[in-house]
């Protein structure tokens, strides 16, 4: 149980396009989602909290007018990278918060903007 | 703020050989503390947990982990490695479920034959 999948796992772009990356829980409904930000060789930075029904909550630093987050169901967060630059080209990861206190993560997508 | 350190970027073992991967976790409540593994360019897998009670916690493939508040430590232990667990490995520490997690800048396990 408590399976976490993004989709796509890969995506390639141009610069100026936008590209949507969806996580769903798969077996188990979260009212919290959260996604991450993975530079290569890098950790992971939390980027923000997505709460099913109500607004994301953005770390300092992240523009949420460039990275929108939706959160429409207890099984589904959206992330949408807006008019995309090279510079946002990493490994984005989410995770979804189980009953237990813990965060099962999706395997990841790889954005690649050319 | 919250924080985590894991001062080894790299670290190369024997295969055989025993494994410790340091953490120290600064966070102004009760943590709750976590490692994950991350093999190239896949998601996380958790290998272990300490959210209360005993402070040396159990994972999978063999892995264990001591919980030591007055260290602000939560070290990553393994007695014996095998060639598979090379990998990329992470602390992370975080609140509540409806917590995201801060992680630390992850240790690169090698493991030579």
């Known amino acids: 149980g408590a399976v976490v999948s993004q989709h796509p796992s890969r995506v390639i772009c141009k610069s100026g396009t936008s590209v949507k990356i969806e996580c769903r829980s798969l077996?188990?409904?979260?009212?919290?989602m959260f996604w991450y930000r993975q530079f290569p060789k890098q950790s992971l930075m939390l980027m923000a909290t997505s709460n099913e029904g109500s607004k994301a909550t953005y770390e300092q630093g992240v523009e949420k007018d460039k990275f929108l987050i939706n959160h429409a169901s207890l099984t589904l967060s959206t992330l949408t990278v807006t008019s995309a630059h090279p510079e946002d080209s990493s490994f984005y990861i989410c995770s979804a918060a189980g009953l237990q206190d813990e965060q099962y993560f999706g395997p990841g997508t790889r954005l690649t903007v050319t | 703020a919250q924080s985590v350190t894991q001062p080894d970027i790299h670290i190369t073992v024997s295969e055989g050989a025993s494994l410790e991967l340091r953490c120290n976790y600064s966070y102004g409540a009760t943590p709750y503390l976590f490692w994950y593994v991350q093999s190239p360019g896949q998601g996380l897998q958790l290998l272990l947990k300490?959210?209360?009670?005993?402070?040396l916690v159990q994972g999978i493939k063999g892995f264990e982990a001591e919980f030591k508040r007055s260290q602000s430590s939560f070290n990553l232990r393994k007695p014996s490695v095998h060639w598979s667990d090379a990998a990329e490995y992470f602390c992370a520490v975080g609140g509540r479920g409806a917590d995201g997690l801060t992680f630390g800048k992850g240790t690169h396990l090698i493991i030579q034959p």
């Open positions: 300490y959210f209360s009670g005993d402070t």
């Open positions: 077996d188990f409904q979260a009212t919290t």
